[in-house]
């Protein structure tokens, strides 16, 4: 495979349990948690939050409650009773978060931020900034680690779909290769859903969830293609807004 | 969801180090590693092999050598030199193991075999004994789990595709259900892929180290759907023939 001398690859990582298998301390790691996290955050830096806070226990964020922070908490789609919110991203709005500090603390996404921390980048994906992460990987052409936090550590379809789409973007450009069987199941499944992605995620058990629990008017929402620019992207423990000229 | 009540689930764990979250003492697990060493096992146990005994680490594999055993051991495609023979389903041959116990060591396979064995049963699947893999799991009524052997802790295409075909045998059956996102992928997979199975797998990884070791005269063997009602069954710590009548 001569012809792929000096390509970056592209890898996806179905879930947090298999990351230490990927793991590549040169390589940009996108984590992507659509369902709802990782859009959360996004629109979170679109609507002009300074620094996001991402913690793993609800321990550590009741704490940060205590000290005055707004703090959005939630576990299995509740918002905790301490929280000012949980994970919608319609609870961040520019008048409740413009210029102020966030902590915040789900179920999967958080802990994926964390895990992959010690990488070259690690940046924030969903489908609100594909295009505007997309031109920030070719920009830097470094090997990418896409990483779905799935469902507590169980592979997902919603967060495969995105894997998806962004990889088949990202291998377009010929400096870009994959030998990864993951990669190419998530371009498969993407291709088959893009026409209907909110009729394919019918079967997504998180679709389920969302919609028992009353929080599923976020679906058309999370998967509306390149909303913003914005790339939320970790600076030691927190996330701020990726400076790209 | 009323209408579940009762129904046995069928979940696909996409690598060995997920295995912990499917984790289900009354299940039937499947092992699968079509490529090759769940094939190869099938075909031994067709042939007339008394017990397979697998082992973990090729320091087993020697010491059962040292006792006079038949040994099968490999790493990565390759044949260890102390070894009567590797992973090759065509090293099963009848005259040279017919009634005799062979101790058997891979890369993945082994490994997959030995971490389910706490679970109620575990047997051994590929496309070869489909048909009465899907009776026996029928007949049993129990909550299945497929666990795909994968490369290295890794997702890979040819497991998957496999899985995929038998969970969508096991759901034509109405008493068996599932919520797993992992399932759906891999039958929406499989259906991609079942009509060019071989054409469709030109793009996993595994076919392309089987390639490179010449080590690919078996991919259409190891795809062929019933040649066998064998299936072999973990007990204690080594396979055997399950007994269906």
Redesign the interface.
């Known amino acids: 495979m001569g012809s792929d001398e000096g390509r970056k690859t592209i890898e996806v990582c ?2 947090p ?2 990351f230490a ?2 793991r590549n301390d040169d390589a940009i790691v996108v984590v992507v948690d659509i369902l709802r996290a990782t859009s959360a955050i996004i629109t979170a830096f679109m609507n002009g939050v300074r620094r996001l806070i991402p913690v793993a226990t609800l321990g550590e964020a009741r704490a940060y409650k205590d000290r005055g922070y707004l703090v959005a908490a939630e576990r299995d789609g509740i918002v905790r009773d301490f929280a000012d919110f949980g994970n919608s991203p319609y609870n961040f709005t520019r008048e409740m978060i413009e210029n102020r500090d966030i902590v915040y603390s789900t179920t999967n996404g958080t802990h994926s931020i964390m895990i992959a921390k010690d990488c070259y980048r690690v940046v924030i994906g969903g489908y609100l900034n594909l295009s505007a992460l997309t031109d920030h990987i070719l920009s830097e052409a470094r090997s990418v680690i896409v990483l779905c936090a799935g ?7 919603e967060d ?1 779909l995105f894997a998806g789409a962004l990889a088949e973007e990202i291998l377009k450009n010929e400096n870009f290769t994959t ?4 990669t ?2 998530a371009i ?2 993407w291709n ?1 859903a893009r026409n209907d992605v909110l009729g394919y995620i019918e ?4 679709r ?1 969830r969302l919609r028992k629990n009353k929080l599923d008017d976020v679906l058309e929402y999370c998967h509306t293609i390149d909303l913003t620019r914005c790339i939320p992207v970790l600076k030691d423990d927190f996330l701020t807004k990726l400076d790209v000229s």
Chains 1, 2 share one sequence.
Do not use: V, Y
Not at 179 to 182: A, K, L, T
Not at 203 to 206: P, R
């Open positions: 179905f879930s349990a298999l298998d990927f469902w507590k550590n169980k592979f997902n379809i495969t030998i990864c069987d993951s190419h199941a498969d499944l088959l079967k997504a058990a998180q389920h």
